[in-house]
């Protein structure tokens, strides 16, 4: 049996892989097949992540991510969780592939993802021109005229916020009315910057090797036409990636993992949840590796606290005892 799983392998789960492996807890991490390194593996330029001054691709932040969290003995396995058990004294991870693990405690690392318009040229041109992370991609966007897809709060937070780079957002929005609050909405409006297309959905998107245009369609009429664009940010929201969790662990009225204030304890002990999984507001890749930082810290402290209940549960004793 293991001291503890990690499942996920973006910023949280390998910040917190790090942790656990220098306290001597030997973490096996589970990374997706086709998925490992989370939604950085998307991201072309990442410059906003601290030490990095000339900045770093998404992919190879990941990649040291891995190699540190290795250097220190976690043990990584790229398959799929399909069930989990996390009730009880020994919580049980099943695989696609590599069996079933048991372990004292679990890390839930799995992240969010950004829900996308489902065109054919998405996956094609993401990262050249597509973005889902004005925060993370605007920079590279100045004096382009660009465009944000959808009507709530993270819409208009986007749409303004790329008005520092751009030289012209539209917002395009299905309905004739936003559903952002009003101090967002008003915010937007009184932007020079921003101009509304509504009752409008992208129905295509054009460029070879990066977005040229995108292609409209009216939802009153179904007419459609053409607009010129150097880039489209899709902000029609996320999902945390909690299907694996229902009916175990409580959730927040956002659909994230609810946490014990700024802790990582959930409702069940030995379980704890970091990253974009138990935050709807920032989902950042340094606030994703510092929430990885305390979900370790936690079970290190849960495993101690194991030990001191020896007499308790002698099997959970022997796992912990080498690593306390």
Same mark, same amino acid.
């Given at each position: 049996?293991?001291n503890v ?8 789960g390998y910040?917190?892989a ?10 096996l991490?589970l ?13 072309t ?5 601290p030490g990095?001054?000339e900045?770093i ?22 398959d799929?969780v399909?069930?989990?058990s *996390?009730?009880?004294d020994?919580?049980? +991870? ?5 069996? !079933?693990?048991e372990? &004292? $405690?679990? /890390?839930v690392?799995?992240?969010s ?5 489902g ?5 094609r041109l993401s990262?050249r021109?597509i973005s ?29 916020? *790329?008005?520092r780079?751009?030289?012209? +957002?539209?917002v395009?929005?299905r309905? !004739?009315s936003?559903r &952002? $609050?009003? /101090?967002?909405q ?6 020079d ?5 509504w ?6 998107i054009?460029g ?5 245009g995108?292609?409209?369609k ?5 007419s459609e036409?053409h607009?010129?664009l150097?880039?489209?940010f899709v902000?029609?929201?996320?999902d945390?990636r ?12 956002d659909g994230?993992?609810a ?7 959930t ?5 704890f ?6 935050d ?18 936690d079970?290190e402290h849960f495993l101690?606290?194991?030990e001191q209940?020896a007499h ?9 005892a080498?690593?306390v």
């Open positions: 049996m293991r799983i990690i499942i996920g392998s973006g910023p949280a910040t917190a790090i942790y656990a492996a220098r306290a001597n807890l030997n973490p991490l990374a997706s097949s086709v998925e490992a390194g989370g939604e950085l593996m998307n991201t330029e990442v410059e906003n992540y990095f001054p900045g691709q998404g992919p190879e932040l990941m990649t040291k991510f891995q190699e540190q969290a290795e250097r220190f003995g976690t043990e990584v396995i790229l799929d399909t069930e989990v *996390l009730e009880g020994v919580k049980t +991870v099943k695989t696609g592939y590599s069996g !079933d693990f372990a &004292a $405690s679990v /890390i690392a799995t992240g993802a950004y829900r996308k318009l065109l054919a040229d998405e996956e990262g021109g889902w992370c004005a925060t993370c991609d605007g920079f590279f966007f100045k004096q382009k005229t660009i465009a944000v897809v959808g009507g709530g709060d993270s819409a208009m937070e986007e749409a303004t916020f *790329l008005t780079f751009a030289s012209k +957002v539209y395009i929005h309905k !004739d936003l &952002a $609050s009003k /101090i967002m008003d915010r937007a409006f009184a932007n910057k921003i101009e509304f297309i009752n409008s959905q992208v129905v295509g054009s070879e090797n990066a977005v040229d995108v292609t409209l009216s939802t009153v009429d179904g036409s607009l010129e150097g880039g489209l902000a029609i929201g996320n945390p909690t299907h694996l969790f229902h009916g175990q662990l409580e959730l927040t009225a994230t993992i946490v014990d204030g700024r802790s990582s304890r409702n069940l002990p030995g379980v949840a970091a990253g974009d999984v138990i709807p507001t920032y989902r950042q890749a340094v606030t994703a590796a510092a929430s990885g930082t305390v979900a370790a810290l079970a101690a606290s194991l209940e308790q549960n002698p099997e959970i004793a022997a796992a912990v080498a690593s």
